[in-house]
């Protein structure tokens, strides 16, 4: 059973950036593709950014140009990098993963096996 552990949430104003972590503890995230989804109260969850195990990424249109995914092998950690962050992008985010270990590219659609607890993101000024 793969666990995910997402951190690096928390309080910023509109314009600033935050740096999400995803880790997984005793196992190697090399042959998962994975993917960061949010959740805001009363709206349905969103597939934000996906990378695959050769690193193909893929982002949802609301975060294209501000979010980078990347993942860290020698760290075992995935990474999504935001910048110029809105009040509209404050949610819970999660950290979900699939084993695929051939395919180059990733999707965000939500049928992902492995989700983490979430981290909550606010962007308030």
């Known amino acids: 059973q793969l666990q995910l552990v997402e951190s690096g949430g928390g309080l910023v104003q509109p314009g600033e950036s935050l740096r999400l972590s995803c880790a997984a503890p005793g196992s190697r995230l090399d042959s998962y593709a994975i993917a960061w989804f949010r959740q805001a109260p009363g709206k349905e969850r969103e597939g934000v950014s996906c990378?695959?195990?050769?690193?193909?990424?893929n982002y949802a249109e609301s975060v294209k140009g501000r979010f980078t995914v990347s993942r860290d092998v020698r760290k075992n950690t995935v990474y999504l990098q935001m910048n110029s962050l809105k009040p509209e992008d404050t949610a819970v985010y999660y950290c979900v993963a699939n084993w695929n270990p051939r395919s180059p590219i990733c999707t965000l659609s939500s049928n992902y096996a492995y989700w983490g607890q979430g981290t909550q993101v606010n962007v308030s000024s």
């Open positions: 990378i695959s195990v050769t690193r193909g990424t």
